[in-house]
């Protein structure tokens, strides 16, 4: 079987993740959380590693992380990434021997069940991609829906490694011809006396997400963590988070959906008090969105003078061509300044613009354009998951300066 090492193919610059080591790769105290870890003050104890001074805990399942703590680096170290589970995690014993770890490949000419450390033998692949959760900026939605209020925090840019599908799915003689669905189901333990299909974690996506996909096993250079779905994780870039399967136990080519309730009922793009079904789009692809992250509206009155006003923009799945910051809520646009390298099109962008700010009120925004020339929105229409929020004029924010 050929390994696929291609990096250039994801834009990754030579040289491009040495330069990452200051923003949190090679940190190995994180991959390998103990159970028994005792919580720090406001964490649950299986994320007793992160950095709680840098998160917001709305639940157990959910945990922000702070607007300024992504701060001016490409890669969100695993201490600062965001937690949304819609499951409880499987014990933390999976990973006490991760390559151990199952797959069955299904819809394929020679269906198998693959341990992680086969998946190893068939082909590695490395890619920098934005993991956002569906309902990042659902708390900026005028209708109030229904789920954590998240702001901008349910986010982050990691580097995932692990096996290309298309590799897997070459090697097992290619997909049925009926395929037209990648579905990858998660390996939680599902609660007792329920219709497994009502609460399993089982999403499809179309076929053509496959050639971009990974079955991955590191994440910033170490194992996935078990709280972000290791010991092996369904990476699809440029999809939104809850299509990127923790725990992955089944990988199927099917001929339609999923019936599964996540798929069937949620996670689709319905108007305000509307239930979900088929017949309205699933939320699937990111769109191109960015946000301002310093100075952060956090931190208070800002000092007048130069300011460099920096944030993260994202493509979905497409490069970025341009960003724009205006300081008086769309009235004027100033071109910003990429900055940081570029490693590849499912990654985010870090920006910055330089101003001059005298005292006074201010309004900041920002706005980012794709390869295609598409803009980011000004406005997500309300939807009744509060899904995919990525208007300009809601990520905006006032600042004072002094």
Known sequence: MTQSTDLSRRGLLAGGLTALAGAGLGRSAQ???????????????????????????????????????????????????????????????????????????????????????????????????????????????????????????????????????????????????DARFMTGTGGETLPAGLD?????????????????????????????????????????????????????????FTPVETDAAIQRTGYRMTPPGTRGDPSFPAVWEMDVKSWINGPAPEAGPVRAGMVQIHGVAMGGSRNLRRIDVSVDGGQNWQEARFVGPDLGRFAWRQFVLPVRLAPGQYLLASRAQDSRFNWQVEATPDNGGGFLNSGWRAHAFPVTVV
């Open 196 to 252: 497994p299909k009502s609460v399993i974690v089982e999403r499809s996506v179309p076929l053509r997400a496959m050639d971009d996909a990974l079955l991955a096993w590191e994440m910033n250079g170490e194992p996935v963590p078990h709280a972000h779905g290791g010991p092996l994780r369904l990476v699809v870039p440029g999809y939104s988070g809850v299509n990127n399967i923790k725990y992955v136990k089944r990988l199927a």
């Open 31 to 177: 991959a390998q959380a103990p159970a028994a870890a005792p919580a720090k003050p406001g964490l649950p104890a299986y994320v007793a590693w992160k950095d709680p001074d840098q998160m917001i805990v709305h639940t157990g399942t959910t945990i922000e992380t702070k607007r300024s703590a992504f701060g001016t680096s490409v890669i969100t170290p695993a201490e600062r990434l965001y937690i949304r589970n819609n499951l409880p995690a499987p014990d933390v014993s999976i990973v006490a021997n991760r390559d151990a770890w199952t797959v069955a490949v299904e819809g394929v000419r020679q269906p198998v069940t693959l341990s992680v450390a086969d998946l190893k033998s068939m082909g590695l692949e490395t890619v920098a991609a934005v993991l956002q959760c569906s309902g990042n900026g659902r708390g900026y939605f005028p209708s109030k829906p229904s789920g954590t209020k998240w702001q901008v925090g349910a986010a982050g840019c990691v580097i995932w490694s692990g096996v290309p599908v298309r590799s897997v799915v070459a090697a097992l003689g290619g997909v049925v011809e």
